[in-house]
T-cell receptor, first 114, second 114 residues
Framework: EAQVTQNPRYLITVTGKKLTVTCSQN?????MSWYRQDPGLGLRQIYY???????DKGDVPEGYKVSRKEKRNFPLILESPSPNQTSLYFC?????????????FGPGTRLTVT | AQSVTQLDSQVPVFEEAPVELRCNYS??????LFWYVQYPNQGLQLLLK??????LVKGINGFEAEFNKSQTSFHLRKPSVHISDTAEYFC????????????FGTGTQLKVEL
């Protein structure tokens, strides 16, 4: 089954404790992206990747890092999480870099930073 | 820069009644427009998209939307809703030549009641 998977689905952590949220897709997609969803703000893009070893900032990159060492994986790294990073995170992927290609979303990771 | 406005944060409607969810966008160039649906505790799923051609676009689950360039709108409609349509709906825009970047609205919670 074609899908985007994220782990963990739920995470509660404390301020400053480094964490990684994994994202993996099995569709051989070139493009991958991370979003955060906050009430009243919709989804905002954090980082995106056009292909392996090619990443760039989205609209809200502060406090986050990403890497794209393999085509299928695009982990999101929070080096020193803070409470304002409490949010619902989505990973997405699509074939190619044209908007004509549909973006497929993962099920989301709910992160709470205390 | 592109932006999307969804003025209605919540829309209550009775089952079998028609519904319209409003979306307006702002951009200085040509755009592509999308509607996504998010069911509780799930990721986003593409409902429909406008890329070019006919301004009336039909999507899944009986939804349709009309692109109105003069009014910069892309309202979503369904002639008769079902309880299972209860979800959050997001309008999104991408500028021509902007790659895969999607800018989302703040979302509209559709609540279908018996």
């Amino acid at each position: 089954e074609a899908q985007v998977t994220q782990n963990p689905r739920y995470l509660i952590t404390v301020t400053g404790k480094k964490l990684t949220v994994t994202c993996s897709q099995n569709m051989n997609h070139e493009y991958m992206s991370w979003y955060r969803q906050d009430p009243g703000l919709g989804l905002r893009q954090i980082y995106y990747s056009m292909n392996v070893e090619v990443t760039d900032k989205g609209d809200v990159p502060e406090g986050y890092k990403v890497s794209r060492k393999e085509k299928r994986n695009f982990p999101l790294i929070l080096e020193s999480p803070s409470p304002n990073q409490t949010s619902l995170y989505f990973c997405a992927s699509s074939a190619g870099t044209s908007i004509r290609r549909e973006q497929y979303f993962g099920p989301g990771t709910r992160l709470t930073v205390t | 820069a592109q932006s999307v406005t969804q003025l209605d944060s919540q829309v209550p409607v009775f089952e079998e009644a028609p519904v319209e969810l409003r979306c307006n966008y702002s951009s200085s160039v040509s755009v592509y427009l999308f509607w996504y649906v998010q069911y509780p505790n799930q990721g986003l799923q593409l409902l429909l998209k406008y890329l070019s051609g006919s301004t009336l676009v039909k999507g899944i689950n009986g939804f349709e939307a009309e692109f109105n360039k003069s009014q910069t709108s892309f309202h979503l409609r369904k002639p008769s809703v079902h309880i299972s349509d209860t979800a959050e709906y997001f309008c999104a825009v991408s500028e021509a030549g902007g790659g895969n970047k999607l800018t989302f609205g703040t979302g509209t919670q559709l609540k279908v009641e018996l």
